[in-house]
């Protein structure tokens, strides 16, 4: 098992930038990928970006150019850098680790709000 808590969170004015960090429990090495996905209200949870062991990157065509996935394996920490925020932005994020050899352990954190608004 692996426990992951987020962090970074806010209120930001379109265009500005926040860093998301999710930190977890054990070594991160180990595991198939990791992502952030967020809900909207009244919306369902989407993908927003993920990264593989190997280090290959996924984004959502709505975040591309704008939000940068990365991690810091010696921390066990993954990053989510967000520039140029739109109002369309606004979610509570979420990290998410996948593991074991088919693929079949999802592991959540408890979320994170992003609110961009004037």
């Known amino acids: 098992q692996v426990q992951l808590v987020e962090s970074g969170g806010g209120l930001v004015q379109p265009g500005g930038s926040l860093r998301l960090s999710c930190a977890a429990s054990?070594?991160?090495?180990?595991?198939?990928?990791m992502g952030w996905y967020r809900q909207a209200p009244g919306k369902q949870r989407e993908l927003v970006a993920s990264i593989t062991s190997g280090g290959s990157t996924n984004y959502a065509d709505s975040v591309k150019g704008r939000f940068t996935i990365s991690t810091d394996n010696a921390e066990n920490t993954l990053y989510l850098q967000m520039n140029n925020l739109k109002p369309t932005d606004t979610a509570v994020y979420y990290c998410?680790?996948?593991?074991?050899?088919?693929?079949?352990?999802?592991?959540w954190g408890q979320g994170t709000q992003v609110t961009v608004s004037s």
């Open positions: 998410n680790a996948n593991s074991g050899w088919r693929g079949q352990y999802d592991y």
């Open positions: 054990r070594s991160i090495i180990s595991l198939n990928a």
